[in-house]
């Protein structure tokens, strides 16, 4: 089960950097606000590597907001694409939300496993 979820959390980690870095018009769109599409997916990606590396969690989030900053700052070369702080601050501060959402995801699951054994 853990190796298809780090499949999954590296295929949305790909996916995201094509829709940050590549053409404009290959993007997808949503009803969402750009900063609710940065918002949502970065979330996923957080959530996804949350829960794909358990035991280092808190690393492997510092490593995604220093990875997230180098994806904005990779924007400067792209054609068509453009580098700003608002949006490191929503693609790094929901990606964060994402790692602790992981976090209490696993703590209920914890607490479900415990009491269910508890009952057996």
């Given amino acids: 089960m853990s190796i298809l979820v780090r499949a999954f959390a590296w295929l949305l980690a790909a996916a995201v950097t094509f829709a940050t870095l590549g053409p404009p018009s290959l993007?997808?769109?949503?009803?969402?606000?750009?900063?609710?599409?940065?918002?949502?997916?970065?979330?996923?990606?957080?959530?996804?590597?949350?829960?794909?590396?358990?035991?280092?969690?808190?690393?492997?989030?510092?490593?995604?907001?220093?990875?997230?900053?180098?994806?904005?700052?990779?924007?400067?070369?792209?054609p068509g694409r453009h580098a700003r702080l608002e949006d490191f601050l929503v693609d790094a501060g929901t990606a964060c939300?994402?790692?602790?959402?992981?976090?209490?995801?696993?703590?209920?699951?914890?607490?479900?496993?415990a009491g269910s054994a508890l009952t057996s």
């Avoid at 979330?43 to 220093?66: I, K, P, W």
């Fill in 27 to 78: 993007r997808p769109h949503s009803d969402l606000s750009q900063d609710g599409e940065h918002a949502l997916a970065f979330l996923l990606v957080g959530l996804a590597f949350g829960l794909a590396y358990r035991q280092r969690r808190l690393s492997v989030a510092a490593v995604a907001v220093v990875l997230i900053g180098l994806l904005e700052l990779m924007q400067l070369w792209a």
């Fill in 97 to 113: 939300i994402g790692f602790a959402l992981a976090a209490v995801i696993d703590w209920v699951m914890t607490r479900f496993r």
